[in-house]
């Protein structure tokens, strides 16, 4: 590492705890206006932002792993539809209780478990960084390829059918959850629950000691920290999020197909997340729902063309905005506050 | 017997079709030592300028070359213009070349559309060995792949070119101190895996149906084909990377449905990686 970029590092680290406390109340105030929404809103935007939420989730999940330990993954979107696929599975069981709490509770295990199997076997040996992007983005065309085979299990490229579970709560009677606002108000809370718990996460010791690896291997090393162990934890948990908003993904779209866990969609996510900017989580969130929205809402419009600025605004942030958006508007603040003290 | 002499021929030609088409991302990889993940789209474009120079008339071995050339400058374009500031930032120029392979495969689609194109066979039908037969197509093909790798590698090895660009790898500093072009050299290695990308796109593509993303699929073969042999030894490794990865797929294939198999190798692949990351023959 550079003796500037320890430097920075270091600044970066002293000015954190007024970062999060900003960053906090954002993410309050983004909150309340997501829950607010549908007073003022109704029809099919309702319906459908509790998906884009959802790949706001998916896109956090990879912004812990890429913005705070540093390592990219290109098959995010394998583990959101094997989430997706799971949650289906479940919902054709019936072990007595609800099928749709066995699917929640069981995806973040399977997106988990694979994720910690395919993370520990690769760092262990301490596989480049770059080999770890090739390897993520085989499993993405492994799981597309596996969903379109196994079309027994899966129906191939038909896709499966999954049933919307609804909310029980044993003796206490049911809600269910096929209107659009019940179900917006479900989601809603897991995504914010999933936000705190990452964001807990990451000011966590055990995400402190990520940005450490992050920023000099070498020197956590030598302290005596078990890289491998960290980052197929970082790993682990990042999938197991992705798989459960991945199972809740499937329960609201009624529906999955292979090409939710295909090389396209896992790259796009990745797209969101450089240009909304990795290391912040909330900017991962948002700008998975913001970039989706304008997705959906440009792909009727102009598909084409839009893909292609998509590519270009990607190729631009690499080139000059290297923290994307957030960080542009971090250093901003940062610039903004260093001029009102002068 | 006969299955096993079929399998034998079977994985033989995939192997020298898979090293055609991972040869150019071999050369970048190794020589520049970019992961050029628009490798697949470079493929594409390959195919897509010979169905559309064959639709306009032109006849098919002409029609590869200028696939081959039109690639060599978009790859031009794409280094003089991106990668070139990049050569020692690994990780960007992986993403780089990704947004590369976004954009152009979203430019195919809006000047090709996104219909099934087929080239027509130039050489259609079989030859008969008696117990085998061999697609004369694909012979020539596998034929032309080994003559290829054979005369980068003459060129590699026993000409001043071959000389200079190896002396940029053993050592870049002393070569640049020696009066050697180092930019030059890089945009030129750069440019001739380009177009050998295109041209073997081009040479694959009367075997199977052109869409936008059938480079996707060979994209992730290539780069397991170069790691799995090694990734600099251009020659034997990358057939012996083609020979494992398209023999295996070919063996899988006996056993399992065509898509599965290719999953199976490429955890396979992955094992290999993790325990000879520096190619199969290589300890590390």
Known sequence: MTEHSEKQ????????????????????????????????????PIYILPQYMLFGVLAMSLALLWGFVGILSFGQAAFFAVGAYTMGLAMQTNFGVNSGYIGILISPLVGGALAAITGYFLFNAGVKATYFVLVTLALSIMIEQIAVSQSDITGGWNGMY???????????????????????????????????????????????????????????????????????????????????????????????????GGVLFSTEVVVWVAIAGRSSLLAALLGGIIVASLSNYLSTVTPDYWQLVLGIIFILVIVFLKGGVAGAISDLSKHLQSKVKQ | ME???????????ITLVLALAAFGLAIIYGLVGVINMGHGAMLTLGAYFTWATTTAGVPFILAVVLAALGVAIVGLLLEHIIIRHFYDKPFDTLLLTWAFFL?????????????????????????????IKIPAYKGAIAIFSLLLIGATA???????????????????????????????????????????????????????????????????????????????????????????????????????????????????????????????LKKS
């Open chain 2, 103 to 131: 954009i152009m495969t979203e430019v195919i689609k809006i000047v090709f559309g996104t219909d099934f194109r087929n080239v027509s066979n130039p050489l259609p039908g079989a030859i008969d060995f008696g117990t």
């Open chain 1, 9 to 44: 590092w270091i600044e970066s680290a002293a000015a954190k705890p007024r970062n999060i406390f900003s960053e906090e109340i954002v993410a309050v105030i983004i909150f309340i206006i997501i829950a607010l929404l549908p007073i003022f809103i109704t029809g099919y």
């Open chain 2, 154 to 280: 003459f060129v590699f090895y026993k000409t001043n070119l071959g000389i200079k660009i190896r002396a940029l790898i053993q050592n870049r500093e002393a070569a640049s101190l020696l009066g050697l072009n180092i930019s030059r050299t890089y945009k030129f290695v750069f440019c001739i895996g380009s177009g050998i990308a295109g041209l073997a796109g081009g040479l694959i593509s009367p075997m199977l149906s052109v869409d936008p993303y059938i480079g996707n699929v060979f994209l992730i073969r290539s780069f397991f084909v170069v790691i799995v042999g090694g990734v600099g030894q251009l020659f034997g490794g990358t057939l012996i990377g083609s020979f494992f990865i398209g023999g295996a797929e070919t063996i899988f294939a006996l056993f399992s449905k065509q898509v599965f198999a290719q999953s199976i190798v490429f955890l396979l692949a992955i094992v290999i990686l993790r325990y000879r990351p520096a190619g199969i």
């Open chain 1, 162 to 260: 999954i049933d919307r579970m609804p909310l029980t709560f044993g003796s206490l009677g049911e809600i269910s959850l096929y209107n659009d606002i019940p179900v917006y108000y479900a989601i809603l809370p897991v995504v914010i629950a999933m936000y705190a718990f990452v964001r807990w996460f990451a000011t966590s010791r055990f995400g402190k000691i990520l940005i450490g690896i992050r920023e000099n291997e070498d020197r956590m090393t030598a302290l005596g920290f078990n890289i491998s162990a960290y980052k197929t934890g970082a790993f682990a948990l990042s999938g197991a999020i992705a798989c459960l908003a991945g199972a809740l993904y499937g329960a609201h779209a009624n529906f999955v197909a292979p090409s939710l």
């Open chain 2, 3 to 13: 299955t096993i002499i079929s399998v034998l021929v079977d994985a033989t030609l």
